[in-house]
């Protein structure tokens, strides 16, 4: 079984830049999350998708994210105009559910926003 | 506000010894409660959890965690320890009430080195 992918896995931009991340869940998951790693904290959730549906966006700066999963499979993550703070690395989850017990990460991409 | 606690930054244990990392949560009602691990520019991976049932869980690597639910802690363990252990350990809980089921909340991390 294929696992989340993400990419890319590293991407160096200047502040007020703008930057996309993609990420496909394990096939068949319903549920796909984004979370933000800071460096020296634990993941931080910033929006959860159940299908094509958000289900929590309550952490997301919407003054400059975004993200989307208009089919209900991939997702993007957009972050315009970068800042400073935005250096972390964006980790890509996957469950069956909403209900489901068990998250699967992808790899991750690391940030750095100079 | 749901919460989780890891206390130390770093813990150091010598190869072929137990090794302990705590951790202690703040949840209303009966949580959900889980250990990732993290490996140098690797995403988490999962290693066990608690829903319900046997207080003590064991998991990947010969890990296993033991459930107090008059301490509120979810302390991961492993009877003797290899040096690829080596890694950053993250607990998480997840209320499986209301409507935004799945999220986790995660602790700082503790930074785990087993030295030969």
């Known amino acids: 079984e294929a696992g989340v992918a993400q990419s890319p896995r590293y991407k160096i931009i200047e502040k007020r830049q703008s930057v996309a991340f993609w990420c496909n869940p394990i096939?068949?998951?319903?549920?796909l999350y984004w979370y933000q790693q800071i460096l020296g904290q634990g993941p931080k959730l910033l929006i959860q998708?159940?299908?094509?549906?958000?289900?929590?966006d309550s952490q997301l700066p919407k003054d400059r994210f975004s993200a989307e999963r208009l089919k209900g499979v991939d997702s993007t993550l957009k972050i315009q105009p970068a800042k400073l703070e935005d250096s972390a690395v964006y980790l890509c989850?996957?469950?069956?559910?909403?209900?489901?017990?068990?998250?699967?990460f992808g790899p991750g991409t690391r940030l750095t926003v100079t | 506000a749901q919460s989780v606690a890891q206390p130390e930054d770093q813990v150091n244990v010598a190869e072929g010894n137990p090794l302990t990392v705590k951790c202690t949560y703040s949840?209303?009602?009966?949580?959900?409660l889980f250990w990732y691990v993290q490996y140098p520019n690797r995403g988490l991976q999962f290693l066990l959890k608690?829903?319900?049932?046997?207080?003590l869980v064991k998991g990947s690597y010969g890990f296993e965690a033991e459930f107090n639910k008059s301490q509120t802690s979810f302390h991961l363990k492993k009877p003797s320890a290899l040096v690829s252990d080596s890694a950053l350990y993250f607990c998480a809980v997840r209320d499986p009430r209301g409507n935004q089921g799945g999220k986790l909340i995660f602790g700082q991390g503790t930074e785990l080195s087993v030295k030969p």
């Open positions: 608690y829903i319900t049932g046997d207080n």
């Open positions: 096939s068949g998951h319903a549920t």
């Open positions: 949840v209303s009602g009966n949580p959900y």
């Open positions: 998708f159940q299908n094509n549906g958000v289900v929590d």
């Open positions: 989850a996957s469950s069956l559910d909403v209900g489901g017990v068990e998250q699967y």
